[in-house]
């Protein structure tokens, strides 16, 4: 298993900003395909975005495209979550997962996919 060590997390207003980073140790990042997911109190882990192994495709939930970006840097082996206009609806823990054997090109949605999981960093946006 890759190590994943999820950061960046934070008490920030509406409208504010955040970058999450997932660092990888053990393993590296450039045969893993990654996700992003989040689980708020009293609900169920979902699904916020995810990356290919080549980087080249991704794929958001509808509740976080256009204000959320994924993207990888294989030289720093992490993983980064950009946040913009941050609701009091993103609070929620946010999770890190890789999964390997993945195709080049390929995207993974579903928790059942990954076999590596992060800890989680809080996110705690007031209104």
């Known amino acids: 298993q890759v190590q994943l060590v999820e950061s960046g997390g934070g008490l920030v207003q509406a409208g504010d900003s955040l970058r999450l980073s997932c660092a990888a140790s053990g393993r590296t990042f450039s045969g893993y395909a990654v996700g992003w997911f989040r689980q708020a109190p009293g609900k169920e882990r979902e699904f916020v975005a995810a990356i290919s192994v080549s980087g080249v495709s991704t794929d958001y939930a509808v509740s976080v495209e256009g204000r959320f970006t994924i993207s990888r840097d294989n030289a720093k082996n992490t993983v980064y979550l950009q946040m913009n206009s941050l609701k009091p609806e993103d609070t929620a823990v946010y999770y890190c997962?890789?999964?390997?054997?993945?195709?080049?090109?390929?995207?993974?949605?579903?928790?059942?996919?990954?076999?590596?999981w992060g800890q989680g960093t809080q996110v705690t946006i007031s209104s």
């Open positions: 997962a890789a999964k390997n054997y993945a195709g080049a090109y390929t995207v993974y949605t579903t928790r059942a996919d990954y076999n590596s």
